[in-house]
């Protein structure tokens, strides 16, 4: 089977744990589960699912038994998805994949069941830009925080867990310092390097620590894990150089 054959069974298999996901997940309050029915659908409403399925490869590569790593898996998935519902709000962009983003489905909830108002504070002219984007925040957290518990409720050795949670909350953190220096690289003229340094934290922290959590989840050496994860760093930077031209 090629490439494209291999990612498209991955996909199909990842898609079905996201499925089988959703329709368990239960709020007790309606209003929390709106959010939750429009986070599955800003999910599975497209992407390659290629962050996770990077995972299942390196865990597979490394003689895990297949069926035990979709549900980590979706931890990335649902990292990578947090990040992009606060991307949607940075930019302003009311739709993604073709469907509408988290703080748009938000804006238009409070329109239907409240009137619009005039909000004077120091961010926000509306009351329902307000709130469409206090709950697509909210919303991206959530994300986040359910990422890490696909890890957490998993059946592999606590020891494990711990370093694949480390390389999890490591990830978030350095993908949040790229998106700071996105943000901040708009008020200055920056140079290649400034470049390259920050889609290696926005995007290619992000793929090398999905591949080390797989390789990590079957237990790896450090060598092996390491020589991995700079494999898919340059694998990731050329995925990013690519997307932007």
């Keep these: 089977m090629n490439f494209e054959g291999q990612l498209n069974e991955l996909k199909s298999k990842i898609d079905k744990r996201l499925e089988l996901f959703f329709r368990k997940i239960r709020a007790k309050n309606d209003f929390i589960s ?86 004077n504070g120091p961010l926000f002219n509306k009351s ?31 020891m494990l867990v711990n370093k694949a949670m480390k390389a999890y909350s490591n990830a978030y953190r350095v993908v949040n ?10 008020l200055k003229e920056i140079q290649e390097k400034d470049y390259l340094s920050m889609i290696e934290q926005k995007t290619g922290n992000l793929f090398k620590a999905s591949v080390e959590i797989g390789a990590i989840l079957a237990n790896a050496n450090n060598e092996q894990v390491e020589r991995l994860a700079k494999y898919a760093m340059k694998a990731a930077l050329a995925f990013q150089l690519q997307d932007d031209i």
């Design 34 to 119: 709106f959010n939750y029915n429009n986070i599955n659908r800003y999910i599975t409403g497209g992407g390659k699912r290629l962050r996770p399925a990077a995972l299942v490869m390196a865990y597979k590569g490394f003689n895990g038994r297949e069926e035990e790593i979709y549900d980590a898996a979706l931890s990335v998935e649902f990292l990578h998805n947090s990040t992009l519902i606060h991307d949607d709000v940075i930019d302003e962009d009311d739709s993604r994949r073709g469907r509408d983003s988290v703080h748009k489905l938000m804006g238009d909830y409070f329109l239907k069941n409240s009137k619009e108002a005039d909000y």
């Design 128 to 158: 329902s830009s307000r709130f469409a984007v206090s709950s697509a925040i909210f919303d991206g957290n959530l994300l986040y925080s359910l990422g890490s518990l696909f890890l957490l409720n998993s059946t592999f050795d606590s």
């Design 177 to 186: 310092q790229g998106q700071l220096l996105d943000v901040f690289f708009e």
